[in-house]
């Protein structure tokens, strides 16, 4: 058997190499299609593992309190993708940000209040600044450091704040951006520190530190009288403490709300952006897309083969004449087949995934490149291979032998 099944491989690579330029086409039509799908898993692959940084170990021990929602999932996550202020009903306060930090096992509790507003700096007014309101606590939450200066402190002047890298960079010539001034909403700050570059702009929080700027949130409620909460992060003192945490938070700010349970306590993996969720989604309907580029090359396979079996009609009644059976003729064809479906699939797989990392060049994430990627892709083409040549094969496989004879090309 493994001797009649070489046989037939070596027979369809010779039938293959005596015509490399319909070879080589027919391949490129399948070569796209796996292109397209690698690339589309590569990349979101990447993406998925720099939003999975907001969930790992440094995070296990942070708890999320953020208004409720009645909206549906895909709702919820275009709402979040498409505004920093998407709970505009917060019922969260600075009461409840008191409320927590009465809890026992809490480490740290840093409000957030972010609204993309204009600065003015000298006389350049900056449009669309995302300006987070908090307190000294998220710096110790989020890990930040910094690059000059120091951190938003409880001990220092109301009208302070701290600017991301690239706000430092682009709007106040440098990093050495200590005591320079900008007015928001009728106030003038003086910036007292700049943060260190942090190229994390999908996380937790929704918001890309590196171009924002933070500001304390009483101060904020001073003049701001609008100003809402959109989410309350918390860190425990263990992580082993996350789930009784919850549970007397929930317990804590339903009394002091007098019984308005409108707000909901995140933990764990669901931490991450909700662009997480939304990712799967558009991944999953990119890759059902690409498939269709793969049914094309499949059927322009399945028209070359049949080209073939027309050609090679005399061929086949002369093998069948000598003895060969119709099963014999039918897996050579086959053969023929899948080894033009595994063909473009390499070659698919190498250019999926050079185009992948020319995209990462000028993105924040490197491509993603795994065995499954591979495996799933040849899985695919040889299913491609089979289901497309099978016809062609049977085609063949069927031709009398004594008119396949007398066939003249």
């Known amino acids: 058997m493994a001797l009649l099944l070489n046989t037939h491989f070596h027979f369809a690579v010779d039938s293959l190499r005596r015509n490399r330029g319909r070879t080589f086409l027919s391949a490129l ?23 999975s940084t907001s969930s790992n170990k440094e995070y296990a021990n942070l708890i999320l309190v953020r208004p409720a929602t009645s909206k549906s999932v895909t709702d919820n996550i275009i709402d979040e993708l498409t505004s920093n202020n998407q709970y505009v009903k917060s019922n969260l306060t600075l009461d409840d940000v008191d409320t927590i930090k009465k809890v026992n096992t809490v480490s740290a509790v840093a409000p957030i209040a972010i609204s993309n507003s204009a600065i003015t700096i000298g006389d350049r007014i900056h449009q669309g600044i995302p300006i987070i309101a908090t307190n000294a606590d998220f710096q110790k939450i989020q890990s930040l450091h910094i690059k000059n200066g120091q951190f938003l ?58 171009n924002s700027i933070l500001i304390n949130i009483k101060f904020a409620s001073t003049f701001e009288s609008s100003i809402q909460i959109q989410q309350i992060n918390v860190r425990t003192d263990t992580t082993d403490a996350v789930s009784s945490t919850v549970e007397t938070i929930k317990k804590n700010l339903s009394e002091s709300k007098r019984g308005d349970e409108s707000f909901e306590l995140i933990t764990g993996e669901t931490n991450l952006h909700p662009a997480g969720s939304l990712l799967s989604i558009v991944s999953s309907m990119l890759t059902l897309v690409a498939s269709i580029s793969l049914i094309v090359g499949g059927v322009g396979i399945m028209n070359i083969m049949l080209v073939s ?8 009644g002369i093998r069948k004449a ?22 473009g699939s390499l070659m698919g797989f190498a250019l999926g995934y050079v185009f992948a990392f020319l995209i990462s060049l000028i993105t924040p994430f490197a491509p993603h490149i795994s065995w499954e990627i591979l495996g799933i892709t040849g899985a695919v083409s040889i299913i491609v291979g089979v289901i497309f040549g099978i016809y062609p094969a049977i085609k063949a496989a069927s031709k009398d032998p004594i008119t396949s004879l007398k066939f003249y090309r």
């Not at 928001?184 to 530190?209: R, S, T």
């Not at 039918?330 to 053969?335: A, C, G, H, V, Y």
């Not at 087949?337 to 595994?342: A, H, K, Q, T, Y």
């Open 322 to 343: 000598v003895g060969a059976s119709s099963g014999n003729i039918l897996l050579q064809f086959l053969f023929e087949s899948i080894i033009l479906s595994i063909l």
């Open 153 to 210: 402190d409880y001990s220092l002047r109301e009208n302070v704040a701290v600017i991301g890298y690239n706000i430092a960079m682009n709007m106040f010539g440098g990093t050495e951006a200590i005591t320079k001034t900008f007015n928001y909403n009728g106030q003038q700050f003086m910036v007292i520190g700049v943060l260190d570059e942090i190229n994390d702009p999908i996380n937790f929080n929704g918001v890309d530190l590196d």
């Open 309 to 316: 079996v027309s050609e090679r009609t005399r061929e086949i």
């Open 29 to 51: 039509g399948i070569a796209i299609g796996v292109a397209s799908i690698v690339l589309i898993l590569s990349l979101t692959g990447g993406i998925d593992r720099l939003i």
